[in-house]
Antibody, heavy 121, light 107 residues
Framework: QVQVIQSGAEVKKPGSSVKVSCKTSGGTFNTDTLTWVRQAPGQGLEWMGAIIPMFGTANYAQKFQGRVTINADKSTTTVYMELSSLRFDDTAVYYC??????????????WGQGTLVTVSS | DIQMTQSPSSLSASIGDRVTLTCRASQGITNFLNWYQQKPGKAPKLLIYAASSLASGVPSRFSGSGSGTDFTLTISSLQPEDFATYYCQQSYTTPRTFGQGTKVEIK
């Protein structure tokens, strides 16, 4: 059974950076696709980017290009998402999820519990 | 980017009702369409993948259909635990995109 456990809540000042971790277990870490999705208060889900640890190169949504970095530590089966130049509207719950591939189909499962990042002065 | 549009944005229904939610993609995505259920304060949970395949452990009252640009999620007999927000997501290409959600409330 694959499990995804994220780091705890963060409070950050505008202009600073935040780094959220996502530890997985029970899967095939190197070949899994680990994805980051965020959800602002009362809003919908927004895909930020994803990484396959075996390849090491992440794919980012255009909206976050230049501000987000996703990387993976194979030794600890942990993926990290760092968002820089934080703004008030980056306040959100950040989710890590495994993208499952089966044949030509793919979906997100399981999801981590979410990490609340609050940007406040 | 592929835009996903869900309708309605919210609906009120009673226990036992048959409920149908709709999701439309801005371009064809064959069957690369997933549905998730989210309850307040919780992470989304996979319900349906590949447009019509039921995820493990999901009750059979949930079903999905569609292909191309138009998709539906049907709950055949609404139960108290089904009151939640439902999101569709295309997995045809990156960036993966989600619909804005449909909130199912108690009438």
């Amino acid at each position: 059974q694959v499990q995804v456990i994220q780091s705890g809540a963060e409070v950050k000042k505008p202009g600073s950076s935040v780094k959220v971790s996502c530890k997985t277990s029970g899967g095939t870490f190197n070949t899994d696709t680990l994805t980051w999705v965020r959800q602002a208060p009362g809003q919908g889900l927004e895909w930020m980017g994803a990484i396959i640890p075996m390849f090491g190169t992440a794919n980012y949504a255009q909206k976050f290009q230049g501000r987000v970095t996703i990387n993976a530590d194979k030794s600890t089966t942990t993926v990290y998402m760092e968002l820089s130049s934080l703004r008030f509207d980056d306040t959100a719950v950040y989710y890590c999820a495994r993208e499952v591939w089966s044949g030509n189909d793919n979906w997100l499962d399981p999801w981590g519990q979410g990490t609340l990042v609050t940007v406040s002065s | 980017d592929i835009q996903m549009t869900q309708s309605p944005s919210s609906l009120s229904a009673s226990i036992g009702d048959r409920v149908t939610l709709t999701c439309r993609a801005s371009q064809g995505i064959t069957n690369f369409l997933n549905w998730y259920q989210q309850k307040p304060g919780k992470a989304p949970k996979l319900l349906i993948y590949a447009a019509s395949s039921l995820a493990s452990g999901v009750p059979s009252r949930f079903s999905g259909s569609g292909s191309g640009t138009d998709f539906t999620l049907t709950i055949s007999s609404l139960q108290p635990e089904d009151f939640a927000t439902y999101y569709c997501q295309q997995s045809y290409t990156t960036p993966r995109t989600f619909g804005q959600g449909t909130k199912v409330e108690i009438k």
